[in-house]
Nanobody, 123 residues
Framework: QVQLVESGGGLVQAGGSLRLSCAAS????????MGWFRQAPGKEREFVTA????????DYADSVKGRFTISRDNAKNTLYLQMNSLKPEDTAVYYC????????????????WGQGTQVTVSS
């Protein structure tokens, strides 16, 4: 199995940027489809974006299209999420997740999860 550790969260003003990282260890990182999900207080976890094993295919939630970019570096076993033009409604705990299957927006199709990193966007 794979172990995942997120980093890069923090407090940022609206309109600002952050880059999250997710370091993977254990089994070969390139075997996994990777995704980012988030959960705001009092809300259900929601899909943000996902990327194929090679990075050739991606999927984004409508709420982040044009603002967020997912990428991966298989040589460094690391997943990234570049977040630009941040809004207060982006405030949440962000989780990276790994799946041995195909790209999916459904969290229950990702067996492996990190512990999350807090992103807070002030207005």
């Amino acid at each position: 199995q794979v172990q995942l550790v997120e980093s890069g969260g923090g407090l940022v003003q609206a309109g600002g940027s952050l880059r999250l990282s997710c370091a993977a260890s254990g089994r070969t990182f390139s075997w996994y489809v990777m995704g980012w999900f988030r959960q705001a207080p009092g809300k259900e976890r929601e899909f943000v974006t996902a990327i194929s094993r090679t990075g050739g295919s991606t999927d984004y939630a409508d709420s982040v299209k044009g603002r967020f970019t997912i990428s991966r570096d298989n040589a460094k076993n690391t997943l990234y999420l570049q977040m630009n033009s941040l809004k207060p409604e982006d405030t949440a705990v962000y989780y990276c997740a790994a799946s041995g299957g195909r790209i999916s927006t459904k969290g229950n199709e990702y067996p492996y999860w990190g512990q999350g990193t807090q992103v807070t966007v002030s207005s």
